[in-house]
């Protein structure tokens, strides 16, 4: 985490001062291009579904990916058809582009490639309106779409908002970019329909009467790298030496959990958000390597030596909610659903 990062969370007096300038002028564009959409300067694009937007008012990783994964399990249980579209981070893809559980996380990026290995019809560019419209060309069964990410996007018109909040890092120090973590200031919160906190910590004040839904990430059974018949329990990593290796927004979230699976990491291994892996990125004295869901996607197609892949071992999560999040989002949108 380099200095400015830390900030965000351990403000410094002196640093607050020195970015003030430029967390104004990025206030003043982000109002703007809000103010412009709100007055109708600039034309919102409706699609024929209803959208539901999870996004996040701060940078860095806060769940929004294993929450959309949730809810995609969730409409599918009720019957009701659901599709993803996403931004694509970190992939090249330049038009609206269908993620499917094969492709390259290089063009389509790794998060989608999750939620395309579910099952979901997802489709990724960089004008989510026109991936929107190609998600239903492609699937014209879909009844409702998913955006993961996107809350700034604002030309693709939605019916519902919804903010997922880290519970245990919050709002950092309540600044603008880069002055601090947020993208658009907290007042954005008293327009939004839901707040989805992740996990216990941090105290957080958010407006009156904003419903509000509690998430846990528990976790499941580690496997091998591709290959989820070969599991093992925390258990079994007993006397080896482990190494984990995160490249996602927030990698601490991830150590913390592998602890509390009383995991003792010799090693910890943070890269970039949607960092680009390769087999160098692997640490050679560890026994076994443990990595997200996220970052096997890509390590999957880069590591080729069979003994290599032996020692990687995935961790994924799910999200579990309180209240039922599915069941308020189709009252709220008036849609007929059942178990």
Do not use: C
Not at 70 to 80: E, M, P, S
Not at 169 to 190: D, K, Y
Not at 289 to 294: C, E, G, Q
């Amino acid at each position: 985490m380099n200095l400015i990062e830390q900030h965000w969370y351990r403000p410094r007096g002196w640093l607050t001062a020195l970015l003030a300038p430029l967390e104004g002028l990025f206030a003043l564009l982000a109002a703007g291009r809000r103010q412009a959409f709100r007055r109708g300067w600039k034309k919102r694009e409706t699609l024929p579904v209803p959208v539901v937007v999870i996004g996040n008012i701060n940078v860095g990783g806060v769940g929004k990916t294993p929450l959309t994964l949730a809810l995609l399990a969730d409409f599918a249980a009720r019957g009701v058809k659901a599709g993803v579209i996403s931004r694509g981070y970190g992939g090249s893809a330049g038009q609206p582009t269908e993620a499917l559980p094969d492709s390259d996380p290089e063009l389509v990026g790794d998060e989608p490639l999750l939620l395309a290995a579910a099952g979901a019809p997802v489709v990724v560019g960089r004008d989510r309106v026109a991936a929107g419209r190609r998600l239903l060309a492609l699937h014209p069964d879909i009844q409702l779409i998913l955006s993961d990410d996107g809350l700034q996007h604002y030309r693709l018109a939605r019916d519902l908002e919804i903010v997922v909040l880290d519970g245990r890092r919050g709002v950092g120090n309540g600044h603008l970019l880069p002055n601090g973590p947020l993208r658009e200031p907290l007042s954005r919160l008293r327009t939004v329909d839901a707040v989805v906190v992740n996990g216990a910590g941090a105290s957080l004040a958010l407006p009156a009467g904003l419903p509000r839904f509690d998430m846990t990430l528990r976790a499941g059974a580690f496997h091998g790298l591709g290959d989820a018949s070969r599991t093992r329990t925390a258990a079994d990593f007993a006397g080896l030496r482990v190494a984990a290796l995160a490249g996602i927004g927030h990698p601490q979230r991830f150590f913390h959990t592998l602890a509390g699976q009383g995991i003792a990491v010799a090693s910890e291994l943070s890269f970039p958000d949607h960092h680009a892996f390769s087999a160098a990125d692997i640490p050679a004295a560890a026994d076994a390597v443990i990595v997200t869901s996220k970052d096997a996607v890509k390590l999957a197609r880069v590591l080729h030596d069979a003994a290599q892949r032996a020692r990687l071992w995935v961790l994924p999560v799910q999200a579990t909610l309180a209240p039922e999040l599915g069941d308020w989002i189709l009252t709220r949108l008036k849609m007929e659903h059942g178990r």
